[in-house]
């Protein structure tokens, strides 16, 4: 018997013996096959766009990889600096996770990693795991690169993104009628309580404890509704004005309300028209239209026909579609000092919130060039308020603290507390300049299909012509950061003769691989600012890509000439890997 055990034990000890040298080959097997995996990267080299390195990996492995009890695991690391790692993310090589392609079981899977300078200098591996997953054994396969450097040449276009404060008009405003604008859908008088909305803040000047309110409505409408819309929204403005007051006027104000008349469509669509960021042609042909002595729907049909007509649609009509209230007030002013002592204290929750005015607590926060103490003042404004400049401004604060901070968590969540006042912001005055700021704040952050949403929608508000040429501009370069270069180049049509358009349409051109266009947009640069690094780095870049040694080397030697920073960056920059060792690179850096 005892003979019997010792045989049970050494049988089954050998079995298991069995079991794990089976697994174990199994697994080195597996890691064998691997090597005849085909795994191609587009980008190659990868390529910086905005905040992201974005790229697509496509994998295939040999069929016999796929086994029961078993998955192949090919993960994905940057690797960069000094032994700085990042990983990226990883192919799972199991059923429903991939295709067969001629046979192979193939995955082809988006990536992506946050750019930074110093990663462009560094190497995409790829690492293979054959796992056993009853027992989670693991074998690993050398990792392989696949992808080397990053290309950043994407990251030449020109960006603005200045947020500005509200003009600080308080002691020439004080005294002046508030003014709030409500936009309606088309075809529609019905007042909004969302997004575009002014209703709230409506209220608020309803219930305001004054002694009078001298009110006036007024509306309009687009050139493409049915007639009478605009008297429906006045009336829409009156009705909803008396009966809210009705319901909170307490203390017995005298309020009286003055109905302008309807304003005439065609006289705004000329306004607007000028306004605009059309071409001066496209202008004077919708100008000779709309100024002409035929009826509104020749008028109309006339300029369906013209080049201009989907920007009209676009970014004019829309802003027709609005109804107007204007508030007259009369306040009295304190003195500079009282003010920002006041507003110390309200923010400080030391004073009530009522010892000052909206006006006044706007006006305080520009006493101070701390940045904490305004983040403050505005905080209180925001608090006791409600109103859109102190939720702006606060969001200008926030986007200034971010631009400071070099921790990414922190900076993300200033961003963060930026977009949420400047909606808040855009919700109660919905104008070019507000949306502006709000999509300025979202491409900072790297949104970018929220950046692109408020640009357009800014844009649709419409404004005067040098804001609407901030927007497209800018709009642009968000475009080129997506791949969008043909949207890039119709927006820097309405951007107006500036540096930033010229540069970023010869980016544009440059990325879409038109060298003789591209060049002909940063030698305008150029002219606008003589010896710019940037363009004469641009055209650098272009001698590369059509090997033409002579206009490398002048170009290179500029821009390096007018702003060292560029030697280094010509140094690790992928376009000139091939020309590291021809004299006409090597002339460059001579003085």
Known sequence: MLCYKKNYATAVIYSLLLLL???????QKMTRLAKKQHITVQPNPLVANGQLVEFEVKASMPPQIVKDGYRYKLDLYYEYGEQQREQVGALNFEFGEFLYENGWPTITKQFSFPYSPKKNKGTLYVQGMAIKKETDDVKYSEPKAIATGLNTTPLLMVRNNEILFIPD???????????????????????????????????????????????????SQSPDEAGGMAQKRLEALEKYYLSKAEALNYNNKKISLK?????????????????????????????????????DKEKDAALHKTAAYEYLQLYVYPGLRYGGVTINYNRNQKADYELYLLAKQIAEEKAPADVLTEQELQHAATLTPLLAEKKQIYEAAVKTTNKWPAYHNLGKVYVEMARKEYRPKAK????????????????????????????????????????????????????????????????????????????????????????????????????????????????????????????????????ARTKNEAMLTTHLRQSIKADNNYTLKAIEDKEFDAYRSEQAYKDAFRP
Request: with cysteine; glycine share 4%.
């Open 21 to 27: 040298l089976a697994s174990g080959c199994t697994l």
């Open 259 to 295: 109905k302008l008349p309807v304003k005439d469509t065609w006289a705004q669509v000329t306004e607007k028209i000028k306004a605009s960021a059309l071409p001066k042609a496209q202008v004077q042909e919708a100008l000779t239209i709309v100024n002409s002595n035929t009826s």
């Open 169 to 219: 008009s308080y002691a020439k405003e004080a005294d002046q009628p508030a003014q709030l604008t409500f936009y309606f859908e088309e075809d529609n008088a019905k007042l909004r309580s969302h997004l575009g909305s002014n209703l709230s803040v409506l209220d608020q000047y309803i219930a305001d404890n004054v002694a009078t309110q001298e009110v006036t409505v007024t509306a």
């Open 412 to 543: 993300q969540a200033l961003l963060a507390k930026a977009i949420h006042n400047l909606t808040y912001a855009g919700f109660r005055n919905p104008t070019a300049p507000v949306y502006y700021s709000l999509a300025s704040a979202y491409h900072v952050r790297g949104d970018k299909l929220e950046a692109l949403q408020y640009y357009d929608y800014a844009i649709k508000l419409g404004g005067n012509p040098d804001e609407l040429k901030r927007i497209f501009a800018d709009k642009a370069a968000l475009e080129i950061e997506i791949g969008q270069f043909d949207d890039a180049i119709e927006s820097l049509k309405y951007a107006g003769n500036t540096y930033q358009t010229q540069m970023n349409l010869g980016l544009s051109y440059l990325l879409k691989e038109n060298y003789e266009g591209a060049r002909e947009f940063y030698n305008k640069a150029l002219e606008l600012q003589p010896n710019d690094a940037l363009a004469n780095y641009s055209l650098a870049i272009i001698a």
